[in-house]
């Protein structure tokens, strides 16, 4: 008797608790299924910092595509030029639970570990700009940027063509070592010195892409009755910095040394223009549009290649105009929509 009694008080409980959860789910019955509102793709996005025009060109055009109206909310972090915040920040990102990372790493190694830790989580990881060396592959799912050996070649071919024969003095201007854009510009410089017995590196040195920094070693160069012809300045910062330094010295820039920079900012092409800086090879930053469809694509069930080098050009004296100058937008390119689009059809930065 006591146990049938027991039972009846249990089921009674069981359909009273099954009516208020009926009841607390409003007015729709079980038969409808309301359309989830489109789903907001949440991106963790690891920056390496703001040391230069070509990362905050590459910043605001992030920022502008992974934008809420695209669809997306964007959990962004400014690494400063630290790889162990790059690190805490994944872990984050890991903790968040976030749809996707996004990593613009500072240096190449290292990355073994934390992108494990994402990989078990589950989380895809997507690289941007610079390239990381990892033994397994599988650790991100792809990346996007530039070919910077071809970068250096680029800008090595122009000093070939500019100065047959000619013996040249040339100083280094490193970005940050380790990093694949310092890596591919340096050793195209470091390829082409074996061709050419007539060409001496008097400096070379990291200027880590900082125009201060730029400055600095040219200042200390010429203080110190180094010559040089060259400065071979691995972003357009730097030699920004070294512009100054010359102007200091009272020498001309694109005269007394000429300059060659990589990246392509409307401020350095405007020096092409007015003859400061002589040659320009693009990096183009403009990733933004480009990584947007492929978070789009993976939501889509696709995979996208799993690295896609962006289409870069080169800017000299001789061929720069007005209008390549017109055509760019400072602020944000006007992404060409469908596809991963190559720089060509983007303004530059
Ligand atoms: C290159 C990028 C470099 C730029 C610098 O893709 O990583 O870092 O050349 C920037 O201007 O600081």
């Not at 991106?43 to 997306?72: I, K, P």
């Not at 400096?203 to 600095?216: H, I, N, T, V, W």
């Not at 060659?260 to 549009?289: K, T, W, Y």
Request: aromatic share 8%; proline share 4%; hydrophobic share 40%.
């Amino acid at each position: 008797m006591k146990r049938s009694c027991m039972k009846m008080i249990i089921l009674c409980l069981l359909a009273a608790l099954c009516t208020c959860m009926l009841t607390a789910c409003g007015d729709q019955d079980a038969g409808t299924v309301v359309p989830d509102e489109k789903k907001i793709v949440v991106v963790g996005f690891s920056q390496v910092g703001a040391e230069s025009d070509w990362r905050n060109a590459n910043t605001r055009s992030m920022t502008q595509a992974l934008s809420e109206e695209n669809g997306f909310r964007l959990i962004f972090e400014d690494a400063q030029n630290k790889q162990e915040r790059q690190i805490t920040a994944i872990r984050n990102f890991i903790q968040m639970n976030v749809d996707y990372i996004v990593l613009a790493p500072t240096t190449e190694t290292g990355w073994e570990t934390v992108l494990g830790e994402a990989k078990a989580a589950g989380i895809p990881v997507i690289i941007v700009d610079r390239l990381i060396n990892v033994s397994d592959s599988s650790l991100y799912t792809c990346w996007v940027g530039s070919d910077f050996w071809k970068e250096g070649r680029a800008a090595v071919r122009w000093m070939e063509e500019q100065f047959v024969d000619r013996p040249l003095r040339i100083v280094h201007l490193q970005g940050n070592l380790g990093c694949s854009a310092q890596k591919g510009r340096t050793g195209a410089l470091t390829e082409a010195m074996q061709a050419h017995p007539d060409w001496q590196i008097v400096y070379q040195g990291p200027g880590d892409f900082l125009q201060a920094k730029g400055q600095e070693i040219i200042e200390d160069l010429l203080s110190r009755g180094i010559e040089f012809d060259v400065i071979y300045s691995e972003n357009d910062n730097m030699a920004f910095g070294a512009i100054e330094a010359l102007n200091g010295a009272g020498l001309v820039p694109g005269e007394d040394v000429i300059i060659v920079s990589f990246d392509g900012c409307h401020r350095a092409l405007e020096m092409v223009q007015s003859g400061a800086i002589s040659f320009v090879a693009e990096c183009n930053p403009l990733h933004g549009p480009r990584i947007m469809n492929i978070i789009n694509t993976l939501e889509s069930g696709i995979m996208p290649p799993k690295q896609t080098y962006v289409d870069e050009k080169t800017f000299d004296r001789e061929h720069i105009t007005r209008e390549m100058l017109d055509e760019r937008d400072s602020e944000y390119p006007t992404s060409s929509g469908c596809g991963i689009p190559s720089a060509s059809s983007l303004p530059l930065f």
